[in-house]
């Protein structure tokens, strides 16, 4: 692997088998194509108890977004703490030939190259962990490569339920038309219960005297929408018909899942030293409440597809669990915040973007900063926030100045009244994406 990770290990090694036992465990929940809006303490209609109790007993960041509103970009800039775009990522990743370093998309005005798998080179926050004496365990959807590029050569130790698919044929067998992690399950077993159980059954199995990180990462509420069939006729007396039934019934079945998580971790022990973090790839493909857009339909960076739920759990630090924080975050602050949390210091990797989330954590206000955002499929392409401020980026030329605190809804457009803090946003948007960009891309 990489030398700066394999050095490090053989001089840490010693300190974290002595600080061991003060480390929390960490376990990483992640839910593809979950809507801001979807989740029961947003919506009502949606029963999500155990994710609302999560929320509640957590810290909420109401403000949280990914760098690219799209699955493998935005797993990237989870995994590496800095944005897709630097790491060669503007859209998903298609086929499954990685012979190709590379992928074309046709419809793309951009024309850009993307990605066909995460380079190895890439550090990640796994392997970042392992440094400290963490035993790392993947569970669920990587789609970041085939087996090559496989998250145990990524800096986990074990993985459970992954194949290279982006999403499953059905949630019922057969899950996957090739490469089924899950050849030997019962026909009446629900994928996202399988992720589940594969979760619950490693925190009751684990003996290692190291912490572990736990990443459970879904393959639901990802389409097809087919939800579990006894959910579904629940959804269906409440009035809900179609695929939003459908919809709801996946959601309930990923918030059972969470509650079972919690359940185990508190049998074997262990809740009062586990960090629990829920979060999303990106927005939801149905209405998305009030907020404008969604993975699809050419909006993907607006508030529906862009912003995400995003909940900290930690019991170590009791004084703000059960608040909200309202300053805008992105997903790339997980990396460097899991190593704070691992290693009792600020993160300093170089390579990183992301900032550190254990200051809000710690009660301190976090500081004001740009946050980007970029994909390369249709017209809309780029935008960047700033505390209350956002700016979307069209190819064509067009640009979009919202107020998020006023606007939520991204109705008024307000480039005509402040044409100068536009004007200022745009030139920060422009040079970072100049910056940003890999050269192999274009």
């Not at 979760?199 to 087919?226: C, E, M, R, S």
Request: hydrophobic share 35%; charged share 25%.
């Amino acid at each position: 692997m990489k030398n700066l990770i394999t050095v490090s290990t053989l001089l840490l090694g010693s300190q974290a088998t002595a600080f061991a036992q003060e480390q929390p465990n960490i376990v990483m929940l992640f839910v593809d194509d979950l809507g801001w809006a979807d989740l029961g303490y947003n919506n009502p209609v949606f029963d999500t108890p155990n994710i609302n109790k999560l929320k509640s007993d957590g810290l909420y960041f109401s403000r949280a977004y990914v760098a690219s509103a799209t699955s493998s970009p935005s797993r990237a800039s989870l995994l590496t703490g800095k944005e897709s775009l630097r790491c060669g990522f503007v859209r998903h990743i298609y086929g499954k030939d990685t012979s190709l370093e590379f992928e074309t998309f046709d419809k793309d005005p951009g024309k850009m190259k993307s990605r066909a798998y995460l380079p190895l080179e890439e550090i990640t926050y796994a392997e970042r962990l392992k440094e400290f004496g963490y035993y790392n365990m993947f569970v669920g959807k990587w789609h970041l490569g085939t087996e090559p590029y496989s998250p145990t050569k990524q800096g986990f130790d074990a993985m459970y339920g992954t194949c290279e698919h982006g999403h499953p044929n059905s949630y019922y067998q057969p899950f996957f038309k090739t490469n089924n992690p899950f050849p030997k399950a019962d026909k009446n077993a629900y994928l996202t219960n399988l992720i589940g159980d594969g979760a619950v059954d490693f925190i009751n199995k684990y003996d290692k005297k190291t912490p572990f990180l736990l990443n459970v990462w879904y393959y639901g509420v990802h389409g097809p929408q087919i939800g579990r069939k006894d959910l579904v006729a629940k959804y269906e007396k409440k009035g809900l018909t179609g695929k939003y039934a459908q919809y709801a019934a996946m959601i309930e079945a990923l918030d059972e899942t969470v509650g079972e998580i919690r359940s185990s971790l508190k049998k074997k022990g262990i809740a009062d030293n586990t960090v629990i973090i829920f979060s999303a790839d990106q927005g939801g493909a149905f209405k998305n409440g009030h907020l404008r857009g969604g993975k699809i339909g050419g909006d993907a960076l607006a508030e529906g597809g862009s912003r995400v739920p995003f909940i900290i759990y930690d019991p170590t630090h009791k004084k703000m669990m059960g608040k909200t924080i309202t300053q805008p975050i992105e997903t790339i602050d997980v990396y460097p915040t899991l190593v704070e949390l691992a290693s009792g210091k600020p993160c300093k990797d170089k390579q990183v973007v992301g900032k550190s989330l254990v200051p809000a954590l710690n009660g301190k206000k976090l500081k004001d900063r740009d946050l980007f955002m970029f994909r390369s499929y249709e017209d809309q392409n780029a935008a960047i926030i700033n505390g209350d401020w956002k700016l979307i980026k069209y190819r064509s030329g067009k640009v979009q100045l919202y107020n998020i605190e006023y606007d939520e809804s991204e109705t008024t457009n307000l480039i005509n009244v402040y044409p100068e803090r536009a004007k200022d946003m745009l030139e920060r948007l422009n040079k970072w994406i100049e910056e940003a960009t890999p050269k192999e891309l274009l």
